[in-house]
């Protein structure tokens, strides 16, 4: 079953397919209303259930787009409003919606869960977020990139501040798809052992901000106090350092590009002038959610 949990379980050759597929689907798309089906929708008839335990707007918003673009349809459902949030084992659940629907994606607490999920259904599971990572989101900002600079090839990215389930998600791709990251995170907040293991030489972990950020094409950010997050006065003590400010970013290759998944805090993990000034992408990125779907929607149905 082809689910999309964790980039690092999928094959470079399929990412890089996906990646071209929604480039592809994007182009064709000029001119129509947004509303309006692909000219020749892959997926007529398929419905997608979409499960929230956590809060979204993007994933949300840019699923239920995907679906309907691609001829078919899609259902809300918050996990709280389901029997699940009254005990219902996430096994039976899966199975009763392998029954109903063609696939789900899920945007979970615990990662453990999305797996369990997917173990137990007999349709496509995707993973819309997690702890443990963010792989939708990284598949659009790898679309903008690719859409800014011709290629991945080379470019050495930069992620800087806590390295979360984004920044696991870009340390997955690192290898698969050719380019360099260097994570600068503060000691107590960097990346799992195991994924920088996995990686590589594509990927290398520093404390210092600024030699992570020197010579960089792409300066990435996310927010510093992420939901759940109990802990919220610390983190923003620990990671002010860590800001994405016009003199951090003025240590990167000139030309140099950034992004962050959004919603951001202007003056905490970045300048706004910095998220507002000529160099953000942040709204292609959050535009190329929608493509990004598709693709990876007709990769899970075929």
């Known amino acids: 079953m082809p689910h999309f949990l964790d980039l690092a379980q999928i094959a470079a050759a399929d990412l890089k397919a996906m990646l071209a597929d929604a480039r592809a689907m994007k182009a064709a798309r000029k001119g129509l209303p947004k509303g309006a089906p692909d000219p020749d929708p892959a997926l007529p008839g398929r419905t997608l259930a979409m499960i929230f335990e956590k809060s979204s707007t993007r994933t949300r918003v840019s699923f239920d787009m995907a679906i309907r673009?691609?001829?078919?349809?899609?259902?809300?459902?918050?996990?709280?409003?389901?029997q699940l949030g009254r005990g219902e084992s996430i096994a039976d659940t899966a199975q009763v919606l392998s029954r109903f629907v063609d696939a789900v994606m899920i945007r979970a607490n615990a990662h453990e869960d999305v797996v369990a999920f997917s173990q137990n259904a007999a349709i496509p599971v995707i993973n819309g977020l997690t702890d443990r990572s963010h792989p939708c989101q990284i598949m659009a900002d790898l679309m903008?990139?690719?859409?800014?600079?011709?290629?991945?090839?080379?470019?050495?990215?930069?992620?800087?501040?806590d390295g979360n389930n984004v920044?696991?998600?870009?340390?997955?791709?690192?290898?698969?798809?050719?380019?360099d990251l260097v994570l600068g995170c503060p000691e107590g907040y960097g990346p799992r052992?195991?994924?920088?293991?996995?990686?590589?030489?594509?990927v290398k972990l520093t404390t210092d901000a600024g030699a992570a950020v020197a010579g960089a094409d792409v300066v990435i950010a996310?927010?510093?106090?992420?939901?759940?997050?109990?802990?919220?006065?610390?983190?923003?003590?620990?990671?002010?350092?860590?800001c994405v400010t016009q003199r951090l970013m003025a240590l990167a290759k000139p030309?140099?590009?950034?992004?962050?998944?959004?919603?951001?805090?202007?003056?905490?993990e970045v300048e706004a002038a910095v998220i507002d000034g000529p160099q953000s992408l942040v709204f292609d990125e959050a535009e190329n959610?929608?493509?990004a779907q598709k693709a990876i929607l007709k990769w899970c149905l075929k």
Do not use: N
């Not at 998600?169 to 798809?177: E, Q």
């Not at 030309?255 to 003056?267: K, N, S, T």
């Open 167 to 179: 920044a696991a998600s870009f340390i997955h791709a690192a290898p698969k798809l050719g380019f």
């Open 193 to 202: 052992k195991d994924d920088l293991v996995l990686a590589g030489p594509a």
């Open 69 to 82: 673009q691609l001829g078919g349809s899609s259902l809300v459902l918050q996990a709280a409003d389901m």
């Open 289 to 291: 959610r929608l493509h």
């Open 144 to 161: 903008t990139l690719q859409e800014h600079f011709g290629a991945l090839d080379g470019l050495k990215l930069a992620w800087v501040g």
């Open 255 to 268: 030309g140099a590009v950034f992004l962050h998944c959004l919603p951001a805090h202007r003056g905490e």
């Open 222 to 242: 996310d927010t510093f106090v992420s939901m759940g997050d109990k802990d919220g006065a610390r983190r923003l003590r620990d990671l002010a350092p860590y």
